[in-house]
């Protein structure tokens, strides 16, 4: 028996039309890297496809050949981490240039090459991670010529603070990327990610990079979630039994029975994911109703208290997340965030994909 997960590609779907609405004149992209944050990069881009999404970002260049062959020629995927010319094996992808040498291999390539070649500028702007730094922008501006070849697509930052609506960054950051904006050639220009398209008018782009909120997780915490849940994960009871109190229960012996208690022993684990952080402290859903997780979280199995609930039978699905138990719910609890969990989905679950 083996726990299921279920991606319900219409909500994905339904969250981009959302954020495009939101976004609009803007366009949205839809950010589909580490897998589509664990949902599957194919099945979610075909459906963002489907929806009218013309942009896609993934951040390895194998992330982007893999999804030119399931999406085809024709939207624009660009590689976050960037890439070497030529790397890419003809699959039309666009690098995102980070600084001064990623610039000047890709203005070599297009002299070699005597062609422009697409690409996309990232500015740093707060983050001090990828991205041109101040003083690489000055470079530019000081002499332009280093973009020679260069058919810039898009100059993009990102923002570090997006979920934190008060942080002084995030007015910091939308004046610093006006100002680079203004030392560089005109080009369009992206901006927000998921929570930075709830920020107001000064984080509006010509193109958002949502990622999280496509895939349920709410980019607005604090606030309610206006985003449709995209993942539910199910794991059968596979053995029940009849413990005394004073029992203890897994590895460790960290919890002890406190009464004569019924123990559904459930097949999932941290090497699927299910964090082993969350031992002693998260909840499954069981016919409608929540189940304390007992014990440490195994390798291959967790254990819950069932034994307020009646009927219950080996085969029975646990929901461990899904609608009454989201993603960012879990992470709540396993002392992480919601992408953690969903980038952490295993690859033993059977998977189901509802189009729906
Ligand atoms: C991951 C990522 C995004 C998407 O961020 P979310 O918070 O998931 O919406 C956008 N831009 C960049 C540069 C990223 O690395």
Redesign the pocket.
């Known amino acids: 028996m083996q726990a299921v997960l279920t991606v319900d590609l219409g909500a994905v779907a339904g969250n981009w039309r959302l954020l495009r609405d939101r976004a609009a004149p803007g366009a949205v992209a839809g950010?589909v890297?580490a897998d589509g944050y664990g949902l599957g990069a194919a099945p979610v881009a075909g459906a963002l496809l489907a929806a009218g999404c013309r942009h896609f970002?993934v951040?390895h260049l194998a992330e982007g050949v893999a999804l030119r062959a399931a999406i085809g020629p024709g939207p624009l995927i660009a590689v976050?981490n960037g890439f070497a010319p030529g790397a890419d094996e003809d699959a039309a992808l666009l690098p995102v240039l980070n600084g001064l040498p990623d610039i000047a291999a890709w203005s070599a390539a297009a002299r070699a090459a005597g062609r422009q070649l697409p690409a996309l500028l990232h500015v740093d702007t707060g983050m001090a991670r990828l991205g041109l730094a101040p003083a690489e922008v000055e470079a530019l501006a000081a002499d332009p010529s280093r973009l020679a070849g260069l058919d810039l697509r898009y100059v993009?930052t990102?923002l570090a603070c997006a979920d934190e609506p008060e942080h002084p960054l995030n007015r910091d950051q939308a004046a610093r990327f006006a100002a680079a904006r203004a030392r560089l050639p005109a080009m369009p220009a992206s901006f927000a990610?998921?929570?930075g398209m709830f920020l107001g008018p000064d984080f509006a782009s010509d193109l958002a990079?949502?990622?999280?909120?496509l895939y349920g997780i709410n980019p607005t915490p604090g606030r309610p979630n206006s985003m449709r849940q995209a993942v539910r994960l199910a794991a059968p009871i596979l053995q029940l039994r009849e413990i005394p109190r004073g029992t203890t229960v897994g590895y460790g012996a960290s919890w002890a029975a406190p009464r004569p208690t019924r123990i559904a022993t459930v097949a999932a684990g941290y090497a699927d994911g299910y964090l082993r952080s969350l031992s002693g402290r998260a909840a499954g859903i069981l016919a409608g109703r929540p189940v304390p997780l007992v014990g440490r979280v195994s390798m291959d199995l967790i254990t819950f208290d069932v034994t307020d609930v009646p009927g219950v039978a080996p085969g029975d699905l646990v929901e461990l997340i899904g609608p009454g138990n989201t993603p960012d719910e879990v992470a709540e609890r396993a002392g992480t965030i919601g992408?953690e969990i969903l980038t952490s989905l295993g690859a033993r679950y059977r998977r189901e994909i509802r189009t729906a």
Do not use: D, Q
């Not at 990079?209 to 909120?213: D, E, K, L, S, T």
């Open positions: 950010v890297k970002f951040a976050l993009m990102h990610n998921s929570s990079r949502p990622g999280c909120a992408y």
